[in-house]
């Protein structure tokens, strides 16, 4: 057995640490994907065993926990994800909520936004709704306020950076792209040890290209981390996106992210979950309208 297995034990403490930090339950099947994920921590720790670092984790050190979950959070995302969803916000949501308000900002909460791709397809939609429906000059023109938030602070910090490799601008229409993005390549350095003058001559320097988002899309987003455990310390919203996340809560954990989110929704409001999950396990009020998407009553 090489040092770096996982004892059944050790996963269990590892299971019960993340349970306890976010409310996230990892099945057996996860155990060699957390190997995985914590192999470098260990090496950079100087670490040899898992039990050392558990050791570690549970002498309850903040930093650690948090670096700790942001290795093992799945943060999987992309650009106007489930399509559906984005265009029945454009079409019937936002028409609503504009009839509704005429005086008051217009407030979306992005929980569990990962590197920001929903949060900032949720704003160049609303961009393009006031665009395509408003006369500017007898109509009203709501105020749009975004906010995006996760627990894992590094994903945090690159949905503020805005940019974006290809993978996550898949689902994305070509026209969106032109409009909002600008492409540029970058060379990929692959160490930052001095190269030998000839090797680096031959070598042909591989280049990534990366997607910039538009300065004025990136600076309607507001970003925060949080915890989805905990009540978010904010203004309520009317429109809530908690897309694929509930799918790695138990039912308490579920339960409780739920009713925390309940109450952060105005009446008439809408939260929109991910295709695969929905509110069973909940008595709260809420109305089905679409797929994923209710609406509090
Ligand atoms: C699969 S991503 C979903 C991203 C985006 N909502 C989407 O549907 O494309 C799930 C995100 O949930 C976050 N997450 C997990 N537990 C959380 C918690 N307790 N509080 C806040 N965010 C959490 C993870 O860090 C991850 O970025």
Redesign the pocket.
Known sequence: MSMLDLTEKEFEKIVEIMYKA???FLRSTKKNLIINRLRTRLADLKLNSFSAYIALLEKNSTDEINIF?NQI??????FF?HALQFNFLHDVILPDLKEKYTHQSIRIW?????SG??PYSIAILCKEFLKNNINISNDYIPNIEIIG????SE?IVEAMEAHYGEKSLRETPESIIAKYFIEKKIPIHKSSKPQNTASSINSINPISIRYYLNSEIKKSVKFIA????NEFAQKSFDVI?????LI?FDSYSKKR?LSNLYAKINNGGYLIL?LSEGLNDTDLKFKFIHSGIYKKE
């Open positions: 976010t409310g996230v979950i959070t799945t943060n999987e995302t992309y994800r992005s929980a569990a936004c990962s791709e929903e938030s996760d627990i894992n994903v949080h915890n989805l455990l996106f908690l897309r694929n996340v790695y992210v991910g």
